[in-house]
């Protein structure tokens, strides 16, 4: 490796030009032909399988496989596509080692499961490769359906909807489609476009419009689209970002970590992006583990990533925690951030107080630490922003308040994704709320 550029500060083009190629390169390379028939063979095809059981979407994981086996990845594909039709970016971005994975016969046997994820790639990019799709719109209803967010939940709502024959109009305050898969997701996890290639995969279909730069509250009201459509599903994730909450918390070179990703997604020379020497990451989550890797990948000599709890308590799991630190990565538990250091209103280091389980609360213990940082990463949770809703829906712990079938309070109203309350932030459970609402639509237009 070559020698890095080690001054103090935000600074860009810390690496040779070859390094970021490499350091962003896929981080699951594919399997070849060869590599998914003998990962295939590994599985046991259970009858009752545990895996499909712990599949948000409910994918028939045995089935696929067997397909796979028998060299009928196209098949592979239409088993996988039926249930999720983002199955390619949940095949790369989707926590396998906590859901399906896990949940493996053989994981249990023998600590190591069938590589499930890699062989849902292996199929959905044949798939996809191939330009084949499986679906066709049924005879237009007549009906119309606004879908507010171009996200997982409102792609696979959309989908389904056009299936059914209903237009659907998606708006979107963003310059593209995918929501999180386009602008919140790891650089190295979704290489080569991958995100707006399943965009337009999934448009393909037809009867799918999307309006860009289109924010609800802004230029489109919940009143509006109730109006002119016979149905809405609201699919718009979280927008807001939670603070600090501390002195200095809003210093240059305190930094919001989902917009930072966004901004290194979006980049089109990584040379270009500014990152500090020494950098801290507060939070715990797959965010901090995101924003935290990349940043040492992009040439921060030091990366530490601070966490109020121990390491038990991380929503990032222990497959992403090791990663973080075969990257260099330090984690840091029992910690909480106290005061941002700062000179010429520049980060200089941040002070955090180590914390403890007090009476079953935690609490902070009096003792203190500063680490030297020029740049502070916020990865401390994101919040829906309800204001664009002004009161037409109900809410619960924040979010959308919805029924089994993700109704809301509002006639004509669905909802799903990350902004209905037991939203768990994930990908694939947002696919799966989605694909059910336009069942639950459809249901209802029908």
């Not at 594919?30 to 990962?39: I, M, N, S, T």
């Not at 003792?367 to 030297?372: H, K």
């Not at 799966?432 to 237009?445: C, T, V, W």
Request: net charge negative; hydrophobic share 40%; with cysteine.
């Amino acid at each position: 490796m070559s020698e890095r550029r080690l001054e103090a500060g935000v600074a860009a083009g810390r690496l040779a030009p070859e390094e970021y190629a490499s350091n962003f390169a896929d981080l699951h390379p594919p399997l070849d032909r060869h590599e998914a028939l003998v990962a295939a063979d590994r599985c046991y095809f259970c009858y009752d399988a545990p895996c499909v059981t712990a599949c948000p979407t409910g994918i028939d994981i045995p089935l696929f496989i067997r397909q796979i086996a028998t060299g009928n990845e196209i098949g592979s594909a239409r088993t996988i596509f039926d249930q999720n039709i983002l199955g390619g970016m949940c095949a790369r971005v989707c926590p396998t080692e906590t859901l399906c994975e896990q949940a493996c016969v053989r994981e249990t046997a023998e600590g190591k499961p069938v590589e499930i994820g890699r062989l849902q790639r292996f199929a959905t990019d044949a798939a996809m490769a191939a330009g084949k799709q499986f679906y066709g719109r049924a005879e237009a209803t007549g009906k119309r359906v606004a879908v507010v967010g171009a996200g997982p939940a409102g792609l696979a709502c959309a989908h389904r909807l056009a299936v059914h024959g209903h237009a659907v109009t998606v708006y979107d305050a963003r310059p593209k489609a995918g929501g999180l898969n386009e602008y919140g997701i790891a650089a190295y996890k979704t290489v080569d476009g991958f995100a707006q290639a399943e965009v337009d995969y999934v448009t393909a279909i037809g009867g799918i419009d999307i309006e860009y730069g289109k924010a609800l509250g802004r230029d489109v009201t919940l009143t509006e689209l109730c109006g002119g459509c016979d149905a809405v599903f609201l699919g718009m994730g979280l927008a807001g970002v939670n603070a600090l909450g501390v002195e200095g918390g809003d210093a240059d070179g305190v930094t919001d970590a989902v917009d930072w990703i966004a901004e290194l997604r979006q980049a089109g020379d990584l040379a270009a992006l500014p990152v500090g020497r020494r950098v801290v990451v507060i939070g715990g989550g797959m965010t901090a583990i995101d924003v935290a890797v990349q940043a040492k990948l992009l040439g921060a000599e030091e990366v530490t990533i601070c966490y109020r709890r121990g390491k038990e308590s991380m929503n990032a799991s222990e497959w992403e925690q090791d990663l973080a630190a075969s990257r260099g990565v330090a984690i840091r538990h029992w910690l909480r951030p106290k005061r941002v250091q700062t000179q010429s209103g520049k980060v200089t280091g941040i002070t955090l107080e180590y914390t403890a389980m007090q009476g079953g609360r935690l609490a902070g213990t009096g003792e203190t630490l500063t680490l030297a940082a020029d740049q502070v990463f916020r990865a401390i949770g994101q919040s829906f922003v309800a204001d664009p809703l002004a009161g037409a829906v109900e809410l619960e712990n924040g979010r959308i308040r919805v029924d089994a079938e993700g109704r809301t309070s509002a006639p004509k109203v669905w909802a799903g994704g990350d902004c209905v309350a037991g939203g768990d932030d994930l990908t694939v459970s947002a696919v799966a709320m989605g694909r059910d609402a336009a069942e639950s639509i459809h249901a209802a237009l029908s």
